[in-house]
């Protein structure tokens, strides 16, 4: 590590600990589900240190804890990946008791080459399919999380969290500014946070749900997207700690209440003009455009099993419940599995509303963006554009993730997208931990079957 290296991190962070004494740096690294994982050490020890390692093996635990077989040939034998600091990732971590920074690493192998595994890596190799193109994504993303009561015991329902008035936070008040209100403290943390750590949010909004919010982000470059909604995760959890409560970004934590999504807003500008290539001199809509709608539809079933990456993701596919749960497309028509948000020509642009917030960031928009790119290169057309309520429309989403995975194994192309090493650890990993849901006895099953079959 070079002396200066504080030299190479954002104005945010060095404002954070200016005049101060950092003490600690974080080396972080995305697992498969999004979880933050790394080392923590001093902050003098990491600036004398050229290289940081983390073992392969990160890759290949499921969210329960369990170990899947995805070691290929070699064995489990957890050889060592060289992680990277991304300086321009350097952050506050500032809801710890001493003055730390976090720094997100990208993995390497001992020779150099990106680990195709990790989830940054595969979003990069995507994007970088967009560029050697001449074409730049950009990827405005959409935040739904709850903040719900505490809840320490797996088999109690979860419920919102308790306002300031003393009352459950307000259910189904969607864009209501007094149900915003009744969380505020936990909004002021939220803004504090991200204002440490040099985020800019382009607005907090109640959604549908009890306690159910949404924070929109600025457009800008995926990969740098990513890595925000990876930070906020964390400190959103952080903040809501402060106040006894939690945040989740379940897919559908709560019966009967909307799931959260991440609504995923995609435009490309041609890299030698600027150009949004989804719109003409004139104004009017390209066959790029259309190509891109078509791409999604054609591919998403594909990619399911990354962007509804668990059995609960698929609560959230409900009929008239705020989810898509076709591939049809409109403009501005929320009902639509693909919607054209209102916009000028510069600003055209096509959102997917199948992710679900439980994916992880970065392969969520690398599979969105694939299923684009596909449709861009192969000149793929979309049907008509859907007219009325497409809830109507026949159903396209797979209704579980055993489903999801059987189609994800059988896209051969899209696993040379991501990459094919990939997307075999991603299968084995999924079905690994879909083996150790489906041994747990839930509560519905003792109730109805126990004594009547």
């Known amino acids: 590590m070079t002396p200066d290296w504080m030299d190479a991190i954002p104005e945010a962070a060095r404002r954070y600990i200016e005049g101060r004494r950092l003490d600690e740096v974080e080396c972080i690294i995305a697992d498969l589900p999004g979880i933050a994982r790394g080392k923590a050490m001093p902050a003098s020890k990491f600036g004398q240190r050229a290289r940081f390692f983390l073992p392969d093996s990160i890759f290949f635990q499921t969210i329960a804890g369990g170990w899947a077989e995805a ?25 710890t008791a001493d003055w730390t920074l976090q720094i997100i690493h990208d993995a390497v192998t001992t020779d150099g080459e990106p680990v195709p595994v990790a989830p940054r890596n595969v979003l990069t190799r995507v994007v970088d399919l967009y560029r050697a193109r001449g074409w730049e994504p950009i990827t405005a993303p959409e935040m739904e999380f709850f903040l719900v009561a505490r809840n320490l015991d797996p088999a109690r329902d979860v419920e919102p969290m308790m306002g300031r008035s003393g009352r459950p936070a307000a259910a189904h008040q969607a864009y209501s500014m007094s149900a915003v209100d009744e969380y505020g403290p936990v909004i002021d943390d939220i803004y504090d946070f991200a204002e440490a750590q040099g985020f800019e949010i382009d607005g907090i909004t109640q959604e549908g749900g009890a306690g159910q919010l949404e924070i929109n982000l600025r457009h800008g ?11 906020y995760k964390r400190l959103i959890r952080e903040a809501a700690l402060r106040h006894d409560c939690f945040a989740t970004f379940m897919a559908k ?6 799931g959260s999504a991440m609504h995923i807003h995609h435009s490309i500008s041609d890299l030698k003009t600027g150009r949004n290539i989804f719109s003409a001199e004139d104004g009017s809509e390209t066959p790029a455009f259309r190509h891109f709608i078509g791409g999604l539809q054609k591919n998403l079933p594909s990619v399911v099993a990354v962007i509804a990456p668990y059995v609960n993701s698929y609560r959230r596919y409900v009929k008239d419940h705020a989810a898509p749960i076709n591939l ?23 959102e997917n509303r199948l992710a679900g917030m439980d994916c992880n960031p970065y392969l969520g928009i690398a599979a969105s963006l694939a299923c684009g790119y596909l449709g861009l290169i192969h000149g793929t057309e979309p049907t008509a554009e859907f007219k009325g309520d497409a809830y109507d429309a026949p159903e396209a989403v797979p209704r579980g993730l055993g489903a999801a995975l059987d189609l994800f194994d059988a896209a051969d192309e899209m696993s040379e997208i991501l990459h094919p090493e990939f997307a075999r650890v991603y299968s084995i990993v999924k079905k690994a931990e879909y083996g150790e849901f489906l041994e747990v006895i839930s509560p519905w099953e003792r109730e109805h079957l126990l004594l009547n079959v």
């Open 71 to 95: 070691a290929g040939k070699s064995g489990f034998t957890e050889p060592d990946m060289v992680l990277k600091p991304d300086f321009d990732t350097a952050t506050a971590a500032p809801w």
């Open 221 to 231: 470059d995926p990969v740098k997207l990513a890595d925000e909604i990876f930070f």
């Open 253 to 258: 934590p709560i019966k009967g209440e909307p």
């Open 328 to 350: 049809e497309w409109a403009r501005d028509n929320r009902t639509t599995g693909i919607r054209i948000p209102v916009s000028d020509s510069k600003t055209r642009r096509v």
